[in-house]
């Protein structure tokens, strides 16, 4: 079963950081994109970024870009988000997704800004 | 960047009816879109790609259709448990990008 697990959301203060995890299981997680997904409270979904495989390419929402730092570690399963320079429209739950149409989600993980 | 955009916003629905959502591209995405499912609390569910493959487990009465620019998915025989926001999202160029959702209600 596929399953992935996210962690790292907190209550951060604007300008602060972060670092979000997202644990992957139950598939060849070498193979596959890995994206963030976002949804701010009350909102739609709004795609953040994307690594490939290898982990050298990469793609971001321009909202987001040199703020934030998607990357992975193959050996471990797992995709990271760095999140710098927080402002408080970054206030949203953050989500794990696999692929460039994300055909399995984490539970998702909150991110609030606000001092 | 690919603007997707769905229409209605609210569809409201009897049981047993069909509904069509609809979703528009700015430009040309071949058929490289997906629908997805979110109901409150949860998180999305993969629906559809390639605008017309159903993803695994999902019922035969959810059906994607169009390509270019203008694509639907139809509900047929709606069932209470298809109250749910539904996304469509292009992956033919980056940014990826959703539409805003359609709601759907049953009434």
């Known amino acids: 079963e596929v399953q992935l697990v996210e962690s790292g959301g907190d209550l951060v203060q604007p300008g602060g950081s972060l670092r979000l995890s997202c644990a992957a299981s139950?598939?060849?997680?070498?193979?596959?994109?890995m994206s963030w997904v976002r949804q701010a409270p009350g909102k739609g979904l709004e795609w953040v970024a994307i690594v490939n495989q290898d982990g050298r390419e990469k793609y971001y929402v321009d909202s987001v870009k040199g703020r934030f730092t998607i990357s992975r570690d193959n050996a471990k399963n797992s995709l990271f988000l760095q999140v710098d320079r927080l402002r408080a429209e970054d206030t949203a739950v953050y989500y794990c997704?696999?692929?460039?149409?994300?055909?399995?989600w984490g539970q998702g993980n909150v991110v609030t800004v606000s001092s | 960047e690919i603007v997707m955009t769905q229409s209605p916003a609210t569809l409201s629905v009897s049981p047993g009816e069909s509904a069509t959502l609809s979703c528009r591209a700015s430009q040309s995405i071949d058929t490289n879109l997906a629908w997805y499912q979110q109901r409150p609390g949860q998180a999305p569910r993969f629906f559809i790609f390639g605008a017309s493959t159903r993803a695994t487990g999902i019922p035969a009465r959810f059906s994607g259709g169009g390509s270019g620019t203008e694509f639907t998915l139809t509900i047929s025989s709606l069932q209470s448990e298809d109250s749910a926001v539904y996304y469509c999202q292009q992956y033919n160029k980056w940014p990826l990008t959703f539409g805003g959702g359609t709601k759907v209600e049953i009434k």
């Open positions: 997704a696999r692929g460039v149409f994300f055909d399995h």
């Open positions: 139950g598939f060849n997680f070498t193979r596959y994109w």
